[in-house]
């Protein structure tokens, strides 16, 4: 009997995406509307920053902010006369709600903005995306925290990722160097000893830990894991909770919470030397 082929691995969306964070319905204003208007509709009723300009098929076609209006006061415009087509951003970058937000991210950065028009296949208004929306959840999502890598010749590879990639050496002993990012992240390197100490008596990764997105997010990840029969455990010292589960091929999964960037280490953590 041949064996059955294996069921396809359906595509997923690589991270976030902008329909996830956007702000719908988004409050529009008319290109004839006064200042005084678009200042009433942000602090009053939308209780937000931006307004988006729409034609007569709800298209956009200018964008205007807090800033523009702050602008037009210290220009000394008369918010009950001055018309927003006077200081409206026009022909505004757009994004499609199925954009990814790292997409939307460097478009914000590209140009300058901090707010994009999120518009449908026909060009409507269907919400926005702001820069805080998207700090928002880049930082309520686990995210890579700290790398263990097993190698051979310990002063050889820092010599080779310390320079590559501009970390610091925060701690060392022996056997082990730690090098941090400036976002906090971690690379541990652990040079190989006798085989117990390599994961299948080889070099390379021996584990990777991710950081929560905050305590809410790690019960999730905790209550995920214990559902798929992985759990390991659930411990806290030195400041932080870290939860050990394992993946589908034995692999360990580390999660913790505070991530290295709240709780920076600057000692050598005992688990590294764990397969």
Known sequence: MEPQASEPVRPTHAGHTVAEVMRPPVTTIEIHSHL??????????ANQSALI?????????????????LRAVAHGADTGQALITDWMNRNPQTIRPDAALTEAARIMVDGAYRHLPVVSDDGRVVGIVAMSDIVNAVTRSVRLASVVVVVSDLR?????????????????????????????????LHQAGDSSTRRNDGLGVQWVAWTAGGPHDLDRCTELIKERGAYVGLDTSEGFTRLEGRDPDGLPVIITYPGPEQAPRHVISPRIYRP
């Open 36 to 45: 005084a208007a678009a200042a009433y509709l942000m602090t009053s009723h």
């Open 53 to 69: 300009v729409v034609d007569d098929a709800g298209r956009p076609v200018a964008i205007i902010t807090e800033a523009d209006l």
């Open 156 to 188: 050889r590879s820092v010599a080779f990722y310390q320079p590559l990639l501009r970390y610091p050496i925060t701690a060392s002993d022996a056997d082990a160097a730690l090098l941090t990012g400036p976002d906090g992240s971690q690379l541990y």
